[in-house]
């Protein structure tokens, strides 16, 4: 009995992990065609910095408060960068740096007004993923879909930049901002390098479970281990491109 109720208390951060790898790889796939590797970095900094200035603000705010700042908070960062980059496209990555930076800073202040501000910045950093609970796996189920639904239709501005802003504000509350942009970026790689979705997101899934296994054997924190996990993952995809032809992404 023991051993059931540790297994179903493990299904809600694999499919924690398992939503947000559906959510973010489309997602990732066109921040590598339009060249904006930073948008994921500066849009989930602002969902971040957002929600601590609504921590330090309301005492114990709800779930829907948070989350509804954090999307706030991504969603004029995901303006912010369209307008970069149609106005000022040479610079956009260096402008989407300086954003990124500037939501950092923003979340060092928020984060300094809490007194469990250092406590909440480094869960949004690095979350630890075994606690995932059912209604925020719920909210990035609700978000692959959306993605999913909308994918062929992400080469709009229109479509790509919401849906990235509320998909990464939802994320990183549950999976931190190095698990999300691991997670958007690594699948995309190997995408670039050739495999196909079913065998880039299976492996990506395959590098979540060891980044969590390795999380438990060795008591460590869980979102720096699936973190760590993906970004191998995604550096492999190195190894297999020098040997293939690369993938065209879809233009931006």
């Known amino acids: 009995m023991s051993g059931a109720l540790a297994e179903a208390w493990f299904l809600a951060p694999l499919a924690a992990l398992v939503c947000g790898l559906l959510a973010l790889a ?100 690095a979350a630890d993923v075994l606690w995932a609970q059912w209604a925020q796996v719920a909210l990035l189920a609700a978000a692959a879909v959306a993605v999913l639904a909308a994918r062929r239709w992400l080469a709009r501005n229109g479509v790509f930049f919401p849906l990235f802003a509320v998909a990464a504000a939802l994320a990183v509350q549950v999976l931190g901002l190095f698990v999300v942009f691991a997670a958007l970026i690594a699948p995309a790689l190997w995408r670039r390098a050739g495999a196909s979705w079913p065998l880039a997101l299976a492996l990506a899934l395959g590098a979540c479970v060891a980044g969590l296994a390795a999380s438990w054997l060795l008591d460590a924190p869980s979102g720096a281990c699936v973190a760590a996990a993906l970004a191998a993952f995604g550096l492999a995809s190195a190894a297999r491109r020098a040997g293939k032809s690369p993938v065209r992404l879809p233009p931006s």
């Open 26 to 125: 489309p997602l990732g796939e066109q921040v590598l065609a339009r060249g904006v590797v930073f948008i994921d970095l500066a849009v989930a900094q602002a969902a971040a910095a957002a929600a601590l200035w609504i921590a330090a603000l309301v005492d114990h705010p709800s779930e829907l408060a948070a989350q509804a700042a954090a999307i706030g908070g991504a969603l004029a960062c995901a303006a912010a960068v369209a307008l970069a980059a149609r106005r000022w496209p040479a610079q956009r990555e260096a402008l989407i740096g300086l954003v990124y930076v500037l939501g950092a800073a923003v979340a060092l202040l928020g984060a300094r007004q809490d007194p469990h501000g250092r406590e909440r910045m480094t869960q949004l950093l």
